[in-house]
């Protein structure tokens, strides 16, 4: 009877399992990664910005530009995960470790300079400048208006940078634009009014002219016993009507008590990173020692 030959399959030394979870995990970063980018993209075509660079006198402050420039970025390096974990690629795979460094690198050193700088007022002053700068062009920007309007609204429930004056550095809302017949002249805008209980629909108007001497918010009738009528002027505190708190105040309260939850958040995408870097270079380990095999 004939020998039985037994062939032995050859093992391999690159991880199944680190491979495909480094891929499925950088697909998803990938896909939405290119989903903040097409956004961005359209939001700049939507405004005609590709084509009026004059405009990018404020392109820090823009919200389109910086979702291009996070999508971007993550686009990038998803791709260069995916990619050179599916093809098992080592220079991709370099990039992707390197590209994830710098990053860490960077995110480590911006949390010490703001640990640092925080009793010096850096951090303060910058947002100052950066809430201001949004104030001004609120009318000319129609993403920005909508970001400060979201942050007043119904993120912070405030009004200006330390208060409802604050509105008078912009051209609309100044006081002296009564001359020219703004009627948005001594006003905030609607994003600062108080949410009134069970209002179904949003008075764009509730902040018109909060700001003027003499600031009257609604009337009320009242009868005679003839039974005529008598409309009588109530004149409300403006802090009925309006948030009081500076945007810079209650962004300092919501830090403070979300502490907890900001710094955990933090960590964990260090901590997610870490292990991008650790697994990018452990596949990479396993490539080389397979293809050590082959020689």
């Known amino acids: 009877m004939p020998a039985v030959r037994k062939y032995r399959r050859e093992t391999s030394e690159i991880s199944c399992c680190l491979k495909y979870l480094l891929f499925t995990s ?24 590709f084509r009026n660079i004059a405009k990018l006198s404020f392109i820090a402050l823009d919200p ?44 480590i050193g911006f949390c010490a300079l703001a640990f640092v700088l925080k009793d010096k007022g850096w951090i303060k002053d910058q947002a100052t400048e950066g809430l201001k700068a949004f104030i001004r062009h609120y009318r000319e ?22 208060g409802p004056k604050d509105w008078d550095s912009n051209n609309y809302f100044n006081c002296s ?10 006003g905030v805008p609607f994003s600062c009014c108080r949410r009134r209980p069970q209002e179904l629909i949003k008075n764009k ?17 009242r009868f005679t016993r003839n039974h005529n009528p008598i409309i009588n002027l109530c004149k409300q505190p403006v802090d ?3 948030h009081e708190r500076g945007c810079l105040r209650a962004g300092e309260d919501w830090l ?30 396993d490539i080389y020692t397979q293809k050590s095999k082959w020689h």
């Open 64 to 107: 389109a530009f910086v979702l291009i420039i996070l999508g971007g970025i993550t686009f990038l390096l998803g791709f260069m995960g995916s990619v050179g974990a599916l093809r098992e690629n080592t220079c991709l795979l370099a990039a992707y470790a390197i590209f994830l460094s710098i990053l860490l690198i960077a995110e």
């Open 240 to 242: 009925r009507n309006i």
């Open 177 to 186: 634009s009564i001359a020219i017949g703004s009627r948005e002249a001594c």
């Open 26 to 49: 950088n697909v998803f970063i990938f896909v939405a990664a290119l989903m903040v980018l097409s956004v961005g993209i359209w939001a700049w075509s939507e405004k005609d910005m």
């Open 205 to 221: 108007q509730c902040g018109y002219d909060v700001r003027k001497e003499g600031y009257v918010s609604g009337f009320r009738f």
């Open 141 to 162: 920007d129609a993403d920005q208006q909508n970001l400060i309007d979201w942050i007043q609204e119904d993120w912070l429930q405030c009004c200006g940078i330390d």
């Open 256 to 285: 403070e008590a979300h502490l907890i939850s900001v710094a955990a958040a933090c960590v964990g995408l260090l901590m997610l990173q870490i292990l991008g870097i650790c697994f990018a270079q452990n596949l990479r380990a």
